[in-house]
């Protein structure tokens, strides 16, 4: 079992950034992949980045290359989604999850465990 919380979330206006934390409990966090995934108003979750175990290997949405940066810290048990030069398009219930297999990966099915999501709002 994982337990997955994020926090961080808020109102932006278009061109700046928030910071995104996940802090997690239970299983050992340095043996899990942890992702991102956002799900706008009206459309389906969709993946937004990954992380290896290690954190040796990040994976990014083309929509979001280049202006976010996803990182862990193993020995706080966190992950972080640095969001820069965010646009209205960014806006979102952004969440954070965790797959206890290996290789990171943008599939949704993949991933077992899930935070409760935090609110990114982008104003133009």
């Known amino acids: 079992q994982v337990q997955l919380v994020e926090s961080g979330g808020g109102l932006v206006q278009a061109g700046g950034s928030l910071r995104l934390s996940c802090a997690a409990s239970?299983?050992?966090?340095?043996?899990?992949?942890v992702g991102w995934f956002r799900q706008a108003p009206g459309k389906e979750r969709e993946f937004v980045a990954a992380i290896s175990w290690s954190g040796g290997r990040t994976y990014y949405a083309d929509s979001v290359k280049g202006r976010f940066t996803i990182s862990r810290d193993n020995v706080k048990n966190t992950a972080s989604l640095q969001m820069n030069s965010l646009k209205p398009e960014d806006t979102a219930v952004y969440y954070c999850a965790a797959d206890v297999n290996y290789s990171p990966t943008f599939q949704e099915s993949a991933y077992e465990y899930w935070g409760q999501g935090t609110q990114v709002t982008v104003s133009s």
């Open positions: 239970g299983r050992t966090f340095s043996r899990v992949v």
